[in-house]
């Protein structure tokens, strides 16, 4: 099957019904062919965690505030000792071409174009180098361990050469439980959506599997990054290292004192195994552990500028973006992407401004209401 | 597109098979036109908080009592002064001409023959002259702050001179994000309903917008009272100012040192930003915060009597009615909104009698059955 | 309309397909015409507090036992200084010709072949005096205060004669909201259904209601029966004078000083304002308040075995069945109503089988488990 | 009705899209005749304990943990001085040629082909000899007491001759309700599927029941062992005897005194009466009453190897799989089984990866992350 007659037509234009960020969700169905879209929007399994993801957030709301003068009112924050102009960022999610012929490269534009941090795939359909020349300054790259240290140290320094500022390293999808939307919609990966960055890369031989072993265990050890891996890429790499996928408060304590620069609290958007609390639910008690001045991002679950507030307000630094970003991607290219960045942004201001936050500081010192609190 | 043409007729007798308040809401969308019904039912957003307003209610039950002699009972309250014959007032409904001929003066004519304080809106279709020409002796005059304070002040005047009795601010529709649900029912108020009371203000340059400044900051800014305006309106205006649109108790208790005489506990009926508390959650804070005898009302939420004593016991002295005021209209003109206030009162009145109070204060001192309690 | 024509035939036999007791409310739609279902099913208004009567039981669940020997296990319980032989009873129906047309009458021969205390209503379709020949030993009345005194001991005395054995006044009927389902469905009663037991009466004059007074608290206070009205009745009525209709603790406690026979905790199965809490929520505090040897008696909600037990487990001494008498009496008349409460019976020995109770007693010294408990 | 009609023809092979164990949940209705699978599928009365075992597992999540080096993981446990491969047991399930030609056969050929300890019932419908040929080393025989204790001595013999390890007499099966869905189906067990263990056991006199006594406490008494029986077949058997259907913290603390060899918490998968808590609620209690070295399992709800996690986490050392046996049986004969084991097995090995456990010790020091723990 090959992948640009199931990839339907983008707009080149903003939609017109479009009243918020979300909306890009409703439509995006019309702009992916049906297995895709199951594979993108499923989570693991039954989409329990999934829907925790969502749950979460609507438990809480945001209490309005009187006669703060807002006018000087800004969104900025220091991550790693840049200045970014906001705290969304865009997730890395792979292989964009499923959804968009200009792929990354068009998510590169719409995050140059709004000012927003772009974490780019090591599984992108476009290569790190072209995505580069499009995004902005403040570029991420994620990084997914290779078979052969070799390799993934070339990413880093590849990423480096690139003008990355940051890399950072997924630690959640050792193995992932197929999303059963996506099996029962007949998805399957096509042959011509391929890794660009890794696609010179020499075969590497599968690891010889002891005999006798217990398979799940053995492929997961294989597939896991150890604390010595971690330990030698910190100090191999010439950028700094954060991590992504945490929900443990402990973990995060030590990824910390292991010299991790920043931690990613995050499910993979529910695409991990369907059993795990939501990302949410887990980042008070992380950043209690680790402390107020630690960088730390959140995803899964964000819809919403309100969403976006919300998670600071119970102790992000800043969000990142997954599936709305292929959503507007596939709705109307990079301008979809970057109408959606500004419609998040707008959201995110307008919720400051109702609770009389200046910036994103206030929001971390707001304290949410929570439902049945009367 | 003619707002007449898409208003559909109205009844000129009570509907025969209303039983309670609520029933007008059932009706309603025979007698407006799909996307008005949209736009007034609506909430901001996905409807979240609006339907919040409504879960809170149900949380909590009242307990009959037996052998109170209610025959004395009765629903009279002092409220800035004067008494009123019920606590339940006539929310400030904009452009009611949307979904009734008459609008405003129809609503007058319910008021006065129910003995109901109306509140009437700065964007009434009919001018507030000729409202209070039909409105009883208690009426309100709900204010939205002008460009000009000039403007402003020229509106409290004409309230004054028309025998207005207080002035309402509204605070909390700075800016309000659109309805999902009007949008897509492609609703825009049409070009022939007008605020008569502005018709002939002076227009007024739009602000400069400072170079290089964030757009939704400042327009927050720009569009919100200050505590010096709000202290100005207070010296000057003849009448007394209430704040409408609050749901912090510390801004409740800022408010009242400011020198104003009452507020409104409400979140627009959820048309502000979809992402705030219930007004009834956050009522019981605020009363502790300003006293027992300081006025305090309540909207958001209400559809019967029991709502009313709800409201009542957990800190509002009266409510105001927004939506089932504008379906009443609809429906059956001065009559449907006189019913409706009917019933209203009848139902409260019959919820007194079950739980034996006999008047307003036996409801603040009567404690509610909370869900889950046994 | 004739109430013959619009009543469905019911069975001469029990129905093939019943496995439990609530089987009955799956069966009545097909044997009543569906204005009389949606008037008898209906609670008050928007059937908001019928729903909370059925959530309540739902929270608890029974731990089965082992090893208890449950071989003597009986279902016999004191009441008024007599024997009966199960907590089961019928509550008061009006208008049982509504569903059967024998009405009470085939009801009584099911109470009499059961054993099942029957409480007679004071609106019943046949006399009291026909109804007891055919109840069983163990017969109550229900009183409705009529306007005339010598009218409502009139009927206390006819009680007494026919050989009732208990006056169980209702105290929570003063004016009920009709049921929104029921007049949606067009219920009006029909001519021919008549108050066998008042049909003699002579008119009494409506009372004149004074003018300038509040019409709703009026009217209340001249349907509720007075502290003085019931002791006189305590005093004159030779038999012992129970109440129903009860939620509060602090009127059982002070019903109890009366000197009230034993209460009855009810909302009337949702019938009365649609906004009190259920039934079984108020049981344990009203049992703490009346202390253990008060006979205590709750209806609304029970639909099974094993809700009776957890009414007994909360506090109760018995219970009484209303809608499911009237599903079975119009399925299969009085052998559907014996079967009904043969089945009833049978779940709660069960019931008390399971968890090791061999008598009511046992079942008041069992704790439920309550969700979420784990 | 002949059973061979109404059992569909199951796959010669695993099913193509087969994601998880549960998949075979919905397979089934297309390999079982809907009678029968209402039978199946369903709980006692209105399903209210089969829906409640399963909402206490979704209430539960697992929280992901970093750098465990699992690749020594393993799943093995010790129960009754045996090593099991994994802690998944295949439940004791009568009649299982009710969805397969081979019954039993192809089932001990699945548990035998996965190291899996299959409990055999006594109503199966291939002989508990010829099972034992097919299944694994680790075999166990479900006991149903038999009205004369010699028949039941006969079959522990015939269970220790046939090499079963353990003897697991079940108590919650003295009288259950019958299923609604089941009856509404039309089920009825065909004449055709017999207790082919009990087929030649001589008839015995029903026991006369003594006359005015109550029926069913009478029924319940004799259907349920009493602590002597149970006392005496432990002196008797020759192998240990575990007792299954036990909810009660007190109950397990007296059998374990008793000499039972080890519990399994159970609601019978909520097939006994239908207002009992989920197995899982029960089982913490139960844990601390028996202390940490007493064998515990737990059946009711488990559909997935996170299921398991769950279960063991919370208290249990192994647990029972009854429906998804049935299901997978139907499916694929031995083939599903098997499968539907391995699928479970790996479940559970990439829970306990994720949460860096590599032993079933470690699930057990896990504690769980509960909803709303914000």
């Known amino acids: ?216 265990f053995q492929c997961y050890a294989q597939h896991t990054l150890t604390r010595q891996q971690l330990k030698k890429l910190i100090e191999v790499s010439p950028l700094p290292v954060l991590v992504k996928g945490v929900l443990d408060a402990g973990d995060a304590g030590e990824l910390k004192a292991l010299g991790v620069a920043g931690i990613v609290v995050s499910n993979h958007g529910g695409r991990t195994i369907d059993c795990v609390p939501a990302s949410l639910a887990m980042l008070p008690a992380i950043r209690q552990e680790v402390g107020n001045d630690y960088p730390l991002l959140l995803d899964s679950g964000i819809r919403s500028g309100a969403d976006i507030f919300k998670a600071i307000a119970l102790g992000a630094d800043a969000v990142l973006i997954g599936r709305l970003q292929v959503y507007a991607l596939a709705v109307a290219g990079a301008l979809g992407v970057a109408h959606m960045l500004k419609l998040l942004r707008q959201e995110l201001e307008l919720c400051m401004a109702t609770t009389g936050c200046v910036s994103i500081e206030d929001i971390k010192a707001t304290k949410l209401h929570r439902q049945l609190e009367v």
């Open 1 to 216: 099957m090959d992948s640009k007659e199931t990839t339907l037509t983008p707009l080149d234009h903003i939609p017109a019904d479009i009243v918020c960020a979300s909306d890009y969700e409703q439509l995006a169905p019309s702009f992916i062919a049906a297995d895709r879209f199951a594979y993108i929007a499923g989570g693991s399994g039954h989409d329990v965690t999934l829907h925790k993801n969502r749950e979460v957030f609507a438990d809480f709301s945001l209490v309005p505030r009187l006669f703060h003068d807002v006018s000087s009112g800004n969104t900025q924050l220091n991550l790693l000792g840049k200045t970014l102009t906001h705290p969304v960022l865009l997730a890395p999610v792979a292989y964009q071409a499923l959804v968009h012929s200009e792929a990354e490269i068009a998510t590169a534009y719409a995050a140059e174009s709004t000012d927003t941090c772009m974490v780019v795939s090591t599984l992108s359909s476009a290569t790190l180098e072209r995505v580069a020349k499009r995004a902005g300054q403040e570029r991420w790259f994620q990084l997914y361990f290779q078979a052969r240290d070799e390799d993934t140290f070339a990413l880093v320094h590849r990423a480096a050469q690139a003008g990355y500022r940051a890399i950072v390293v997924t630690l959640d999808a050792a193995v992932q439980t197929p999303s059963i939307r996506a099996m029962r919609a007949g998805f399957r990966l096509p042959n011509d959506i391929l890794p660009a960055n890794l696609i010179h890369q020499q075969a590497s031989e599968p690891p010889a599997m002891p005999a006798g072993q217990n398979h799940i």
